[in-house]
Nanobody, 125 residues
Framework: QLQFVESGGGLVQPGGSLRLSCAAS????????IGWFRQAPGKEHEGVSC????????YYPDSVKGRFTVSRDNAKNTVYLQMNSLKPEDTAIYYC??????????????????WGQGTQVTVSS
């Protein structure tokens, strides 16, 4: 059974950093495009990063570009999201997800068929 375990969330002051981890079990993460999404209260899922399988190409929306970095550690079967210069508007539950059908780095939630349980990130002074 494909499962994700996310960790690394927490409370951080504006301007601070966090590194989220997404560890997989039951499958090899390197085979699939992995996306990171977030959902703030009352809002829809917003894609914040993805990394493809074939060439490790990445995508970031303008809202996080230059601040967030996605990476893979295949030996640990884990994908990371390094978040720097955090802002209060980054507050949300963050999810990792796998697209097991297409190797496309697109930020459309409907393309991702396996999701983690989420980890809370709160940016506040």
């Amino acid at each position: 059974q494909l499962q994700f375990v996310e960790s690394g969330g927490g409370l951080v002051q504006p301007g601070g950093s966090l590194r989220l981890s997404c560890a997989a079990s039951g499958f090899t993460l390197d085979y699939y495009t992995i996306g990171w999404f977030r959902q703030a209260p009352g809002k829809e899922h917003e894609g914040v990063s993805c990394i493809s399988s074939s060439d490790y190409s990445t995508y970031y929306p303008d809202s996080v570009k230059g601040r967030f970095t996605v990476s893979r550690d295949n030996a640990k079967n884990t994908v990371y999201l390094q978040m720097n210069s955090l802002k209060p508007e980054d507050t949300a539950i963050y999810y990792c997800a796998a697209n097991t059908v297409q190797d496309l780095c697109l930020m459309l939630p409907k393309l991702y068929d396996y999701w983690g349980q989420g980890t809370q990130v709160t940016v506040s002074s």
